[in-house]
């Protein structure tokens, strides 16, 4: 077994594209969920409408990949309105039903026949990021070593624009919620109609959570199709939405830096136990892959298994997240 | 108000006798249609699933593009071009047949290319293109691109018919049949513990895969020594049969979530958002696990898979469809039945109504929430095995997810028949749709009446106000 | 009540039904400016239900409510905050996880630093918050909760709950304050602690109205008393005037007989 590659490969997921993705999207959730206390169960809905937002810019309109730029937060707010208007003055479990169903119907919608022309179908969008990568002053196609980390050119450019990008969203929405308004959500969060009775508007604050996180979902989006050069609808998939809420709650909802913290956890855990489970002698290999139908595709599939116990066992027993205190979920409990 | 009374031992037989009762409806209405079934069965092409020894480098996808015309008469066509992806691709000889071979057994997509095909000619049914295959050991795949005279645009414009129309309400009330019986369960779930169950989904696949299990490997399939005995053992059982087993699978499975992961959490004051948290966790582990053990290929059941649909008052209907939604209406009304008449029904129905009164007067309300798990599990597993008709694959469940979303909040959540309702009209709405919109996105109209519906009527059409505050 | 005495709320013909049942029916209610009012009533008599309607937290099927002889039918609880109205409810809604000093500042109306845009810029709002911080904290001592400042809320005992709970509702400097059960599940030793409060609101020239089931504490500080039944006003007057009353007398005992076993609002 190879455990220097095991352990560079580890490592360098530990700060990787996957993990800027992920967190930014969950720096999302965490304004939905963490601090207004929305279901929303369609994150990956937004990711989907600012990838698209820029695609179909590009590649329908054959407009500029910056127009598509502001398009994607267009995509990501109108998406916002439209799950938000019928579902916010309803109990909280309405949103997610309308979320996760709608988050599936874009995926639908966007890989159709009918749509190609706009979207690209099931085989998506490419060619539209180059502008982007002009931009790298790292070589595109050359290796680049900084201590244990090691990195295409591309993937850094995209890493140091993604890593700045989540930083600043971070800070922005920490900011946000030390301010009245952000106190005003988190009313909202503990108990909706203590907000109103002190003339708070609940509506109106939880349409704008639901829009700013859906504007950073699609943001986080954007960052995915950049990354991978291609706007594919089937990358949309409803697990990934699950695999953010997970990444949450590991980090702990409403905690400032709860996503970094809880996607790079969850990234080091799956790049490092897939690695390991894919750098195994051959001889051990074979034994699994008949005992326990320990294949390459089933090796994939154990990634999304960990989510599913992950976050059933995070909800029963640590909806506060790994570091939250039992004082907190005493409180929750009450 | 109800007011319920009874022993410990008079409820123990009410749940028994409505557990068994399902089923047993399920059989004896199978049972009666099962001559038809058995016709049927004489020209089905059954396949064993591996036959060893298959020379694997001679396998490959072939078919013949022929059009039917009116007279009946066929005639091939030839320069088609036919492509498999990852494969290879081939153009149909004169006699239109093609053969294109591919590497390993496997899943595999066939694409026509419409624009090959003669001018005037089309897909019968364009949404089956690209159609997905699996090819196994046993040798060559035959597919079959069924077309038609006439440009599909062209044909979706002029078959506004009334024929036609029927024949998608037909459709709909079978999709809405099979969807009421997985909705019936999530509202009760929601109206007895007020948790949306998003692994619902995952019962609804868990009784299609099970029903496939029973219907291949018998009911001791599961050991590997006792594998080699003869049916109902080691060799698969009917489906009639496996599907009974299905369902009974699915109550024990509905019985053990309840009893091992929500019962203990509602206990220990878990949220009911954190619930609802963990039944998603639930159901991405139930799909992956599925996944993981049935493989992302689809199958089909070993009986009655090869069907034709048969005409009648001129509309097409395969026979097996036609008992199952036979069997699906004896089911609803058994449940229907249940509901209103049996002791157990009632106590549901009150402990959905208000919980805390239900309590009051004596019922034992865990014992409810139990059975509401076990009953609703099991018609969900029912209504998969039906599902299951078309191709049984591992996100069956998730794939109808959001139309028994939108069926239970159609009809009100935590109503029973309300979702028998929902999901009705959501079943002939969805099939109706297609007149004017692709089929591919037919799907779209269960969020656009999940939408409607909340901001016309939250409550659903047979639901409640609720007070505020 | 005398005609001087001004209006503060006026409902006229306000009916509520649930599901075929009239849950409120009441011709006409009036409670005077300045003074504190007491709405009574058996289980079941409607009085939570009025309170919802009063306060925007449920629309009334028919009928009008004026404020300052200003009609405010079906207008919602924020906007009836931002005119002066305020209430507290039965079971203490406070913000578990935020701490005693931050539920208080939540209070604090017309607040720039609510407004998204303005909320991004610090320096616009700082101010504004200094001096909310600095009457939140004067509440505090007032309400005897200052050493709960940075606690959290959730760990209060259930007398300081109601205490936040007023103190919050006073950060929105109300004319009209609506307590729903403010003694309702304090211990009865502290009960006394939380009627000096609502006295004092009183003498700072408030409307208060509040639902109670203690007629001790109702006689002890209610200048007018009104009695539901059924959802309708069976009796109006003095606390000393119901005391007498035998209609009141009739509902209490009529009710409590057949309703025992029932829960009621209670949970």
Redesign the interface.
Known sequence: MDWGFILERTLSAMIGPEVVVYALAAVGLNVHFGYTGLMNFGQVGFMAAGAYGMGITVFWFGWSFWVGLLFTFVYGAVLALILGLPTLRLRADYLSLVTIAASETIRIVARSRVMKPVTGGAEGIDAFAKPFYDLSPFELGDFYRLGPFKFLGRDVWMLVVGWIVLVAVTLLVSQLMKSPWGRALRAIREDEDAARALGKNAYSYKMQSLMLGGLIGALAGLLQVIQKASVQADTFNPVITFTIWAILIIGGPGRVWSPIVGSMIYWTIIVFVENTLRQLPAGTRTNLESWINLSDFNIGMLRFILVGLGLLLLARYRPQGIFGSREEMALDRR | MLRIRGSARGWRRATALTFLACPAAVGAALMLASPVSAAADGSDTTTSTVADGADAAGLGVVGTIEIVKADGSKSPIAGVVISVVGAGEATTAEDGSFRIPVPAPGDYEVELDVATLPDGVGLKAPDRNPLATTVSQDGDKRVIFPLIEGDTVVTTESSVSARRFFQLTLEGLKLGLYLAMAAIGLSLIFGTTGLVNFAHAELVSFGALMTYFFNFYGLAGVIGFLAPLPGPFGDGVNFIFATILGMLSGGVLGWAMNRWVFRPARHSGVSLLAQMLMTIGGSILLRYVFVYLFTGKFRTYRDYSAQRASTFLGLELTQKDMVAMSVSVVVLLVVGWVLLRTRTGRAMRAVSDNKDLAEASGIDVERVISQVWIFGAALAALSGAFFGFEQVKWDLGFRILLLVFAAVTLGGLGTAFGALVGALIVGVAINLSTLVIDSELKNMVALLVLVVALMVRPQGILGRRERIG | MTAADAVAIRATGVVKT??GLKAVDVERIVIPKGRITALIGPNGAGKT?FF?LL?G??KVDSGTIELDGEDITGM????L??KGM????QLT??????STL?NL???A?G??????F???F?GL?ADQ?AAIERRADALLERFNLGHMRDE?A??MSGGQRKLLELA??M??DPQVIMLDEPMAGVNPALAQSLLEPIKSLRDEGRTVVFVEHNMDVVREIADRVIVMSEGRVIAEGTPEEIRTNRAVVDAYLGTHRGTE?D?GGAQ
Not at chain 3, 76 to 79: A, D
Not at chain 3, 93 to 98: A, G, I, N, Q, R
């Open positions: 649930f599901g239900t919802n306060s937290f449920d919602p609880p924020h906007r905050a931002a305020v209430r507290t409810f809604k406070v913000l578990s996880k935020m931050e500042k939540l209070g109306l607040q720039r630093g609510e407004n998204f303005v909320a991004l610090r709002w918050e959290f959730g760990t919050r509702a950060m929105t076993s829960g």
